[in-house]
């Protein structure tokens, strides 16, 4: 009898050491799976912050190419011509206040478009509407005879980001929304006339809203040779 009972109570005893050591497993995978998953997480976020990085560094240099190209085209009055959006000196518009949407396109010269206030572009509370002009689509650039990522299908390339309602080759959207914002002009009577803005960019990264922003300050330097 004695000898039974000691074998119950082994029995007993590893059964409860399974169960303790089925229950440590469990919390180790659990822990496990848990910094799989912030990995996962952290490697996503770098990527897309690299990558928004680059979009608001493009958009930067694209400002400030708009302003070189007018040296050049209109070299005849820097003074007046060094800061508008057109074909034309006299007919062009004269950078304001504002937000814009700056595009780069594979297929033709930076364009910049005033946006109408009082839209505004915000992810708070996740992307609707109004935030869809400023979102970046991908552009096949030629959607007949190019295959660029080698799946057989010529009409879904992922060649470049760019804005669809500036570039209809759209096939795509992306995470990504891209703002130009002119925070103030001086012109006569200061001798340097500037333009302060910033590019931003934004996305969502699991839900929450992310932004990189890089300042851009254009100065007619130019002017007293003018």
């Not at 396109?105 to 005033?114: K, Q, Y």
Request: hydrophobic residues 40%; proline residues 5%.
């Amino acid at each position: 009898m004695t000898k039974l009972k000691s074998q119950n109570s082994q029995r007993g005893f590893v059964l409860v050491e399974v169960l303790i050591s089925v229950a440590i497993l469990l919390m180790l995978a659990a822990a496990s799976i848990g910094l799989v998953s912030i990995g996962y997480r952290a490697i996503n976020f770098n990527a897309h912050s690299i990558e928004a990085t680059w979009l608001a560094q493009q958009g930067a240099n694209s400002l400030r190419g708009l302003r070189d190209t007018n040296w050049l085209r209109f070299s005849y009055d820097k003074t007046n011509c060094w800061g508008i959006v057109g074909d034309a000196c006299l007919t062009g518009t004269p950078l304001t206040a504002g937000n814009y949407i700056i595009d780069v396109s594979l297929e033709g010269p930076v364009t910049l478009e005033a946006v109408t206030a009082p839209r505004e572009l915000d992810l708070t509370n996740g992307s609707d509407a109004q935030d869809r002009p400023f979102q970046l689509d991908y552009i096949d650039r030629d959607k007949l005879a190019e295959d660029s990522d080698g799946d057989g299908n010529p009409a879904n390339d992922r060649d470049y980001l760019s804005h669809k309602l500036l570039n209809p080759g759209a096939i795509e959207q992306s995470i990504y929304y891209r703002i130009v914002k002119i925070d103030s002009v001086t012109g006569d009577p200061d001798p340097h006339p500037t333009i302060k803005a910033s590019v931003e960019v934004h996305w969502l990264e699991s839900g929450a809203p992310k932004k990189i922003a890089i300042p851009v300050t254009l100065t007619n330097y130019y002017r007293e040779n003018s």
